[in-house]
């Protein structure tokens, strides 16, 4: 007999008598079985005991039977006809919906995210200090490296934490928490206040923080969920489309900026910013509305997140319920709904099982492991580059609408507001917009060492145009126009090729790389290795540029961080070449795991001492 037909389970060495009585347990596929009072029985997914139930009334055979190794090639065909149905499908509504749904929350990640870039400057008004008279208060460094590095710090834990729980209780199960604390989070920074033992700048770190490990536990549901229900043909677009809502948020936190300034015009436009004090309580009021509005497409979000049915493939092969997943298959490809039988017949297999051996087992393949380490690199290395513009794009774009001690205060905010949505919408959108063409049609791989290396030589050319010290003049105050020009250009062309290159294709490669049980958790180390590159870019820019006040240090800081930035994308060039394109290919065959003989044959009862070991607890 084939060694693949042979149970791994102990319940076939000595005989023991069958069971006397029979039991029919039944479920909505989703749920452990109800348990019947017989005495053998055998172990679940979750590691509980099942009683053995009447296999006539079950549809599977005896253990003991000649035809239960039959059944397990039956259950092979059966989990990969349902599969290829997935794979195969057309794009129907309910994968237009998937899209929105989860675009949703991704569009109120960026936005909670990359606002704190205009909200640190209005905090800095009314919270903070002047280093001179006549100077406009700002925080201080260390405050501004705090609010700026807690959220990917928080969101750094958040993909590890959901990441594990995705795979262990289901992405249906935990699908809404993740968002549920972004909106708590938010909807708390907008009301917090200062107080003799409390600084507003603490509280809020600590909320962003919080709110980060909301936005960190999006990620690996979020991809998981839509490379799981995405046909083989567009899983490319699928998951690029739901991650290009990230822009979409982006551009929603600058137009709200702009919106706040000229609400506020008549107050603001005649106070200069040393006397901000003068119409703190405007200010106050404005960067609240900015935070604060994070929360109405959050809430948005969270009302249809919940519909969200569960994936087959997570039913198939963590849950082990082949004839749950099957139904779910037509269901939702048939009517693009969904819909629970408490009544379905539960059908559970024995199949790979998350365990620290099976998980050394597989990552002791070169060619997974090589996977493993070169999505986490590529991620880091593109989120130092990504995190470090994104979030100080006010600080490298000096040049552009460049600031004067006599600006008012309008004046201040509206061309900050206006420098962060030129990139915006002159590179970012316009690099999701290409690679949701060209991924399906030239692969992630390809698309992702163009994206390094034109990062590479875009990057260095613009830390050798700032460290020529031509893009200000020496007055601080008047800059080389043409320099300054230059140097938007080629920031645009940085976004562009950030997004239509690594930025995606590092969140798209570990969603089709990992197997089932594996993919959400491993989708989180990956992701956590990209936010740690987020928190070192912090971190190094916070070192170059505490001295903002004095120029030449200021420029030369600038110069220094864009030089390590391309060193990192010349990195990535090279860990990119050991991930192989998962282009047109399903997630089981990316997953390098041998898939004809993936179930060994239906579930089976326990030894006679364990079925009592578990009737005892």
């Given at each position: 007999?084939?060694?693949?037909m042979m149970s791994p389970y102990p319940g076939q060495g000595k005989a023991a008598p069958p069971p006397e009585v029979y039991g029919t347990a039944h479920s909505n596929g989703h749920e452990e079985p109800v348990m019947s009072e017989v005495p053998y029985g055998y172990e679940t997914a979750n590691g509980e005991y099942q009683p053995y139930t009447n296999p006539q009334a079950m549809g599977s055979y005896n253990w003991r039977s000649d035809d239960y190794q039959d059944q397990g090639a039956l259950l092979n065909e059966r989990r990969k006809a349902a599969l290829d149905e997935?794979?195969?499908?057309?794009?129907?509504?309910?994968?237009w919906k998937v899209v929105g749904i989860v675009g949703a929350g991704f569009f109120t990640d960026a936005y909670d995210t990359f606002v704190i870039d205009t909200a640190v400057t209005i905090l800095g008004w009314v919270y903070g200090h002047a280093d001179s008279p006549g100077s406009a208060p700002v925080l201080s460094p260390a405050q501004i490296l705090g609010l700026k590095a807690a959220g990917p710090i928080g969101t750094f834990f958040g993909m590890l934490v959901f990441g594990y729980l995705g795979d262990r209780l289901g992405r249906k199960r935990i699908y809404g928490m993740e968002l549920l604390i972004i909106i708590?989070?938010?909807?708390?920074?907008?009301?917090?206040a200062q107080g003799r033992a409390v600084n507003i700048v603490g509280t809020l770190t600590?909320?962003?923080?919080?709110?980060?490990?909301?936005?960190?536990g999006d990620y690996p549901t979020s991809s998981v969920i839509a490379s799981e229900y995405a046909p083989v043909a567009a899983r490319g677009r699928m998951i690029t489309a739901v991650f290009a809502t990230q822009g979409l948020g982006q551009v929603a936190g600058a137009i709200v900026s702009i919106v706040l300034a000229y609400a506020y015009k008549s107050t603001l436009d005649?106070?200069?910013?040393a006397d901000a004090q003068i119409v703190a309580n405007h200010l106050d009021q404005m960067w609240r509305?900015?935070?604060g509005f994070g929360c109405i497409p959050g809430t948005l979000a969270l009302l249809f997140r919940f519909t969200i049915p569960e994936t087959p493939r997570f039913t198939m092969d963590i849950v082990r319920n082949v004839n749950q997943a099957c139904q779910d298959v037509d269901t939702f490809l048939t009517t693009g709904g969904y819909k629970v039988d408490p009544d379905a017949r539960v059908e559970v297999v024995q199949a790979p099982k998350a365990s620290l051996e099976d998980w050394m087992n597989y990552f002791s393949k070169r060619k997974n492991l090589f996977v493993l380490l070169g999505t986490c690199y590529s991620w880091f290395a593109l989120d130092i580059a990504f995190y470090g513009l994104s979030l100080n794009s006010s600080v490298f774009l000096t040049g552009i609408f460049p600031s004067k001690p006599s600006d008012t205060i309008w004046n201040r905010l509206h061309n900050l507001a206006v420098r962060n949505v030129i990139p915006i919408c002159a590179g970012l959108i316009p690099g999701?917009?290409?690679?949701?063409?060209i991924i399906d049609k030239f692969g992630r791989r390809m698309l992702q060492l163009v994206g390094f290396a034109a990062l590479f030589v875009l990057l260095l050319i613009m830390g050798v145009v700032v460290g020529t010290g031509k893009l200000f003049s020496h007055d601080g105050v008047n800059v080389n126009q043409n320099g300054s020009n230059a140097f938007l250009v080629l920031y645009c062309l940085a976004s562009f090729f950030l997004n239509c290159g690594p930025n995606t294709t590092t969140f798209v490669v570990p969603a089709e790389s990992f197997p089932t049980r594996y993919r959400s958790t491993m989708n989180g180390v990956v992701a956590a290795s990209g936010k740690l590159g987020a928190i070192i870019s912090q971190a190094v820019i916070y070192a170059q540029l505490k001295d903002v006040a004095q120029l030449q240090k200021h420029e030369r800081g600038i110069m220094v961080i864009l030089i390590v930035f391309a060193v990192f994308m010349l990195s990535g060039v090279a860990s990119t070449l050991i991930v192989p394109d998962t282009m047109n290919q399903t997630l089981e065959t990316n997953s390098n795991e041998e898939q004809a003989n993936f179930i060994y044959g239906p579930a089976q009862p326990t030894r006679p001492e364990q079925a009592d070991r578990y009737r005892d607890q």
């Open positions: 007999m084939a060694s693949f997935v794979d195969k499908a057309f794009f129907s509504r309910f994968h708590c989070s938010v909807f708390t920074q907008s009301l917090m600590l909320s962003r923080f919080i709110m980060g490990v909301g936005i960190g005649n106070t200069p910013v509305i900015l935070i999701y917009i290409a690679a949701f063409f």
